[in-house]
């Protein structure tokens, strides 16, 4: 995650980590959301199954943000301490 942006020595681009994690738990947490969408509108038998999916959405969705926090900050402070 804390590899520099420039192109790697063979030439090739190296794709960011952290944009793949995010691309994946938001795909999970929009996945999430529908299905508890869906359930909101035609669950009218079981209503106590939305909840624990809504909590999960939700802890998924806190869990990416503090993610994105930590590693925006350490880049930022590498980026400080090498003087760029």
Known sequence: MLRSR???ADGRLVPD????VNVAAMAVVAAGLFLAAVLA???WRTPGAEAPLVFWI???AVVLFV???LVVGVRYMRRLRLGL
């Open 67 to 69: 993610l994105d926090v």
């Open 41 to 43: 509108v035609y669950d």
């Open 6 to 8: 420039e192109p790697s």
């Open 58 to 60: 939700a802890v998924v």
């Open 17 to 20: 980590p952290l944009v793949a």
